[in-house]
């Protein structure tokens, strides 16, 4: 059989007719695709980069209409931040895939396995901070959970938040005899337990107050006792027991078996942070804390020849105590006695003596000054310190098995002679000196953030009531002075001091206030959606000096802030000028403006003020599940 040869027209008409398909398909695939694209919940918004966006996000609720004349005008304008090369401000940020609602990129998991990470897990190398290269930096906006409600507000907060917001039950129901949260209906109730105080954080509290001989029972000790570092916090009950008796608490965890342990603590309003006791410092200076905690946190003193103890020892203020409450301090088993035995010799090398011991918690004491180091014998371990160690550099600083000595002066002082609280806070604290700063400095600093802080108040009017604000972040610290301003709310702050500016860190401790170093090229250790007020204090011009991006920081600040928080912004007219540039693509809506002459008698006149709100905006999936 041969084959026929093909008729001449009936090609052609073929011809044609695939044509016209060709062409119906084509007009119903970029149909289809204008229609039907943005209602795809984001489940492949996900795109790595700050300067190749695409517009692949989920649809939005709650959001205005981003196709008016000024979204156009703003998706090709052109920004010059310095001499950095021209960037287009996008007209909308993709949404992050929902799966992407509880990111963390500097601590996210995932990322680790795809970098295949060589770490050490016995070390916790793998909860410490490992942050994305530029090219895998998330470029879209982190989407709420399903139903995300605004949270409850502060006092309520410390004791119930919506189960939507932290959809996680498995603390519930693996500590249920313990107290530590219940699931009642839309909630997750906190009744106040934790492993070694099913009874309740106040209990315990008192009980450790007690056994120091505080008077009333009240940690606080007259105020001598104000600021406490929680290790293995869990979701933070004794921190937020600890608020009443006017001890604030850093209470630290990181995000392990226990996931989303820091982020009830700071849905519920209290001051927390992820991280980790593993190979390097804590971001916090030396001589910060007053008492150091652990409840059953799970933690190996002894390894490494207690690098871990001599890592709160840093922490720990002249006098300062360590609370320990665990079976190695009461149970009878070889094991846990091996362990007490091995933990005790340690602590006597390091001068610390017993203040008490009852039941299953023992409580140990740092010497006040140097004479015990210079008694021990020759060639005791662990060593003092060499000389030229500094105790307060901590970011990306490794751990040292070693004793940090006292100063001259400090050893002299036998004590940190800080004022007792609430005096502290407006007293010009000894370390001043250290870095070349005079009382009189400390004194123009508080009087003029109190002068600002009263405007920005006025500037936020009617948007704020007594309660609006909790959670609040001052990303550029200085001395504490715009935390020391807000004593009058009922709000706490954490104060951050840039890692390569002056190490005012350790001012802001001996204030009573709390805080961390960082470095703003990255993402900051936290949960998203954890602050209601970012203050922003020229933090984007000193970003202008480094090769970072201003626009990743703001991404940045989106997923730190919470819906319908607020951003405070201090800057040059320039920086103000481009931040505005990004409001509609952030969905943030600019709520006041003033220049620095609103502020009077202030020193820096060309720095201009923008207040900013984050809108509510939802998915469409968690849209649906909220009706």
């Not at 846990?336 to 933990?343: A, C, L, V």
């Amino acid at each position: 059989m041969t084959r026929g040869r093909s008729d001449g027209s009936q090609k052609k008409r073929l011809v044609a007719s695939l044509c016209v398909v060709a062409i119906f398909l084509g007009f119903l695939y970029v149909y289809n695709g204008s229609i039907f694209g943005s209602q795809n919940s984001g489940s492949s918004a996900l795109e790595y980069g700050s300067k190749s966006l695409k517009k692949l996000g989920a649809s939005y609720l709650g959001a205005e209409d981003d196709s008016d004349g000024k979204q156009d005008e703003s998706s090709s304008s052109v920004v010059k931040q310095g001499d950095v090369e021209d960037d287009i401000v996008p007209k909308i940020y993709p949404v992050c895939d929902d799966r992407h609602s509880e990111l963390i990129p500097c601590l996210d998991r995932h990322l680790i396995y795809q970098m295949r990470l060589k770490l050490d897990l016995s070390l916790m190398e793998h909860y410490e901070r490992h942050c994305p290269p530029a090219e895998r930096r998330f470029n879209c906006l982190i989407p709420p959970p399903p139903g995300y409600k605004i949270p409850i507000k502060w006092p309520k907060s410390r004791d119930e938040v919506w189960k939507a917001n932290i959809p996680h039950t498995h603390l519930a129901n693996e500590k249920s005899d313990q107290n530590w949260m219940v699931v009642k209906g839309e909630k997750i109730v906190f009744p106040g337990g934790g492993t070694h105080f099913h009874h309740g954080a106040d209990k315990y509290i008192a009980g450790i107050a007690n056994m120091l001989n505080f008077s009333d029972n009240n940690l606080n000790n007259e105020g001598n006792l104000r600021t406490v570092l929680d290790v293995g916090c869990g979701v933070a009950s004794f921190g937020a027991y600890l608020l009443s008796s006017d001890i604030i608490a850093m209470s630290l965890a990181p995000n392990d078996v226990h996931q989303n342990q820091i982020q009830f603590a700071l849905e519920r309003g209290i001051p927390a942070y992820l991280g980790v006791l593993g190979t390097k410092r804590l971001p916090y200076p030396s001589r910060s804390f007053e008492l150091a905690h652990c409840s059953r946190c799970r933690i190996d003193w002894i390894q490494r020849d207690g690098i871990l103890l001599l890592e709160l020892d840093r922490l720990l203020r002249p006098g300062g105590y360590f609370a320990y409450s665990s079976p190695e301090a009461y149970a009878q088993d070889e094991e846990d006695r091996r362990i007490w035995r091995e933990m005790s010799a340690l602590v006597g090398r390091m001068c610390w003596r017993i203040a008490a011991k009852r039941d299953q918690t023992v409580i140990w004491q740092k010497p006040l000054t140097n004479d015990c180091y210079m008694e021990r014998e020759p060639g005791t371990r662990p060593p003092l310190c060499q000389s030229d160690d500094d105790p307060d550099a901590v970011w990306g600083v490794n751990m040292e098995t070693c004793i940090t000595p006292y100063s001259d002066h400090d050893h002299r002082a036998k004590g940190s002679e800080l004022a007792p609280w609430p005096a502290r806070l407006t007293s010009p604290p000894p370390r001043l000196a250290d870095l070349g700063y005079s009382n009189e400095m400390f004194e123009k600093d508080k009087e003029l953030w109190q002068r600002r802080v009263e405007n920005y108040w006025n500037l936020l009017g009617s948007k704020v009531s007594s309660n609006t604000i909790r959670n609040v972040m001052d990303m550029k610290a200085h001395m504490g002075s715009f935390a020391a301003a807000l004593r009058s709310k009922d709000v706490w702050v954490m104060n951050i001091v840039p890692r390569d500016g002056p190490n005012t860190l350790k001012i802001v401790y001996d204030r009573g206030l709390i805080g961390s170093t960082h470095d703003w090229c990255e993402a900051y250790s936290t949960y998203p959606r954890t602050y209601d007020l970012l203050h922003a204090w020229t933090v984007f011009s000193d970003l202008e000096k480094k090769d970072c991006s201003a626009e990743d920081l703001l991404i940045e600040m989106d997923r730190m802030l919470r819906p319908t928080g607020f951003v405070i912004f201090r800057d040059k007219q320039n920086i103000i000028n481009l931040v505005k540039k990004y409001l509609t693509a952030l969905h943030w809506e600019a709520v006041a403006t003033a220049d620095s002459t609103s502020d009077s008698s202030d020193q820096d006149g060309n720095e201009v003020v923008l207040v900013i709100q984050k809108k509510l905006w939802l998915t469409t999936e968690s849209f649906r599940e909220t009706e």
